[in-house]
């Protein structure tokens, strides 16, 4: 990496855990932090240099930083806001499906070796099961 780059980076480092600190601290201070993180983005590609890199050795979650991009560029008027659907009953009954088959699924695997794992997570076992039988009544129940 040249010199040029090198100060760059140390620069975007700096300015952006500044903003991302403030922007723990009070969410209005967020669409700043999504300001700087579009501003860097720029200023980063010019020397090869990802922005995604610089929010992985701050520990910042890409998501929330791509958020609050989103979010600044919608506020100054350089994007168009995403419209808001509202959520039907058919929304609403379809991601419950895929949550209890994600469900069902974890069940599966921790079923393949349920005694190697009683035998390393006893407690924890045994409030898994007792969960699963809970959630299986209440199931049986509202089938009815």
Known sequence: MSKDAEQ???AAKKD?????????????????????????????REVHVPITKIWGDL?????????????????EGLKPARPVRAKTNADIIGALTTRLE????????????????VKM???????????????GEYLSEFEE
């Open 121 to 135: 997570c006893p407690k924890e076992m045994k409030v898994l099961r007792e969960t699963i039988k809970e959630v």
């Open 59 to 75: 520990n910042i979650p890409r998501q929330n930083a791509y958020r609050w991009i989103q979010a600044h560029l919608e506020a």
């Open 16 to 44: 952006l855990q500044v903003a991302w600190d403030d922007c723990q601290k009070s969410e209005k201070r967020c669409l700043d932090f999504g300001r700087k993180c579009y501003d860097w983005q720029e200023k980063l």
């Open 8 to 10: 760059v980076v140390a």
């Open 102 to 117: 994600s469900i069902r699924t974890a069940i599966e695997r921790v079923e393949e070796d349920w005694s190697g794992w």
